[in-house]
């Protein structure tokens, strides 16, 4: 019988975050369950969209970081 | 072994032992991912900088200190000094608000990328002007999950234990909050089709 997962799982899922034990019978729900598998799209759509949002700071910030550790010592 | 190809605690043993390049291999492995859920919260490019700095400096006084708590994982470590410095921040600021000479949308896009051409550069800002202003619209709670999670690597457990809520509450905000910004991205996509209107 095909175990029935939650939307929570499923977030748990898209985060790398479900139990190893609970991953492979998720894929295999996925497989058959369409509406399982639209939701789960869906899902990653958005957090691979969420990705785009990467500004960086500029070089002068990670130089002073990075100086300020050369120089402190206790 | 190469030192660039080593994961995040052997870097911070090595740090701890006095090898500077593993501390900029960490800073620059992490740098935009805690950046940018400083700029969420801040929303301002300079505060944002110094925030991220004074993140820095805090970890490193603490690992240089011997006081490092090995238990965790790193990045989810700088991103949590990170996000407590810019509430703090913003809780002030909230307090004794200061005025903004330029808009905080106009704030975020000032960010420059040299390898980047004109017309790559302004669909960048576009995108980040786009989503950022989708991620102010989600509700507090949301807001806050979506940016401890997808920015600053927290685990679930990690947020509900820093938020005070079950594991469950947590993952339910992370859902509501991506099912709310894929909603408003096909309402956003429909009124631009990329399709009617190529680049």
Redesign the interface.
Known sequence: MTKTFTHNELIQYVYNELPAEQTTPLEKALKSDHSLAGTCAELLAAKRNLDKLRPEPSVSCINNILMYSRNFNL | MNISQRNDSELVSLYIAGD?KA??IL??RH???V??SI??IVKD?DV??DL??DS??KA??TM??GRYNEEGKFSSWISRIAHNLAIDYFRKEKRNPTIQLEDNIKA?NS?T?AEDSAETLQIKEE??AR??AM?DLLPENQKEV?IM???ADM??QEIAEATGVSI?TA??R??YA??N??KK?STSNKVYDQNLYPQ
């Open positions: 500077e501390f900029e800073v620059n740098k935009n991912r950046f940018t700029m969420l490019t944002a900088q991220l700095q820095f400096i490193i006084h240089k200190g975020f960010l990328y995108t980040f989503l950022k991620i979506l999670r997808h920015y685990s679930f469950n993952l339910g992370m859902r991506l099912i910004l894929r991205m």
